[in-house]
């Protein structure tokens, strides 16, 4: 590990409300993405992991603003840089893999041209030269006959083929960060196991430094090196993985852990956490999780807890800790 290849300051998103006010949908939240690492970011739904992505990527929707804070990448603040250079690093430096291929792979074209589409935005190659790479490419993410691959259209393949697919692209011009926003929940368990496989194999031997995200904590231990848990806008609790599922400070990280299923709880019902997250328009509490916490105090409904560092790389923001 070298340093850090992204720092996040206090990054915040609005999104425009239907009455044209903003609300906030990421409130302040500041970490470091370190060269090399896996770096997971889990937390229920709508706790605003795909709009921290999407805004490291550039690909914030006109309804959502970031409205206050800083993604510094090699110096550069990538929220104030034109709209040329955000296309000369997208696919080069940075590249990211959604849950649902189907939606980001154009139905109309084949293989071979979208995977090869990064090369030809990014450096002057020749068309067998992409051919090959496009070829090579598939076959190192696992496809089975690369040939025929490439020749089919995005609907001729099944979902962890588009998957393999869609990280073959994203991979083409070698990145150094690699987005995935839970690029496993649409598959099955065997074949997540694959694609998580692959995504440690391109992190290990590439040396891409990957923002892995996930609902599923189970998951993001078996390929994270360190984990931010995120709550409602906030990060609530961050450490290495052996800190968060050994020794998680904060509640709403302990009700995650609870709800993983293990094979010596098979049958049982699953413990979740009762509530809901709350939408953006909800007025908050200066913990958010408080209305869902059973061990709220006074002070939580009250105060908004400090951020306490219980070892080198953990930290919780929570009044209990
Ligand atoms: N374009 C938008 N306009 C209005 N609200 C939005 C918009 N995009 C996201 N939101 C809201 O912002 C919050 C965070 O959304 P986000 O998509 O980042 O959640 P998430 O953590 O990725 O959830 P999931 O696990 O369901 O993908 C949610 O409450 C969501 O409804
Ligand atoms: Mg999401």
């Known amino acids: 590990m070298t340093g850090n290849i992204l720092q996040i300051r206090d990054l915040t998103l609005s999104v425009a409300e239907r009455d044209g006010s903003m609300a906030t949908a990421v409130d302040h939240i500041s970490f470091d993405v370190r060269e090399g690492e896996i770096l997971g970011i889990v937390g229920e739904s709508g706790c605003g992991k795909s709009l921290t992505v999407m805004a490291l990527m550039g690909l914030l929707r006109d309804d959502v603003k970031a409205t206050d804070g800083q993604i510094l990448f090699q110096g550069e603040d990538l929220l104030k840089i034109s709209p040329k250079r955000r ?39 020749t068309k067998e030269e992409m051919h090959q790479k496009a070829l090579d490419l598939l076959t190192e993410v696992g496809i089975q006959d690369p040939e025929a691959c490439l020749k089919a259209y995005p609907h001729q393949l099944s979902g962890g ?85 050994d020794a998680p400070c904060h509640e709403y990280t302990r009700g995650l852990i609870r709800s993983i299923p293990t094979r010596d709880r098979k049958g049982e019902e699953l413990p979740c956490i009762p509530g809901r997250v709350p939408s953006v328009e909800d007025p908050r509490e200066p913990c958010p999780f408080a209305p869902r916490c059973q061990r709220a105090l006074e002070i939580c409904h009250k105060e908004a807890p400090p951020s306490v560092r219980i070892d080198e ?9």
């Open 161 to 245: 083929m588009r998957q393999r697919v869609m990280i073959a692209m994203a991979s083409i011009c070698s990145p150094r960060i690699l987005l995935a926003d839970e690029p496993t929940t649409a598959l099955d368990v065997t074949t997540q196991a694959h694609v998580l496989d692959l995504l440690k194999r391109i992190n290990r031997e590439y040396g891409a430094t990957i923002v892995f995200i996930s609902h599923d904590l189970g998951v993001i231990n078996r390929i994270c090196d360190r984990v931010i848990v995120m709550y409602a806008g906030k990060i609530v609790e961050t450490g290495t993985c052996r800190d968060i599922l």
């Open 313 to 321: 790389d953990h930290t919780a923001c929570c009044h209990l800790c």
């Open 87 to 125: 296309r000369e690093i997208s696919g080069k430096d940075m590249s990211i893999i959604y849950q649902e291929p189907m939606t980001s792979l154009n139905p109309l074209m084949k293989i071979e041209k979208q995977v090869a589409e990064p090369l030809k935005l990014h450096g002057k190659v």
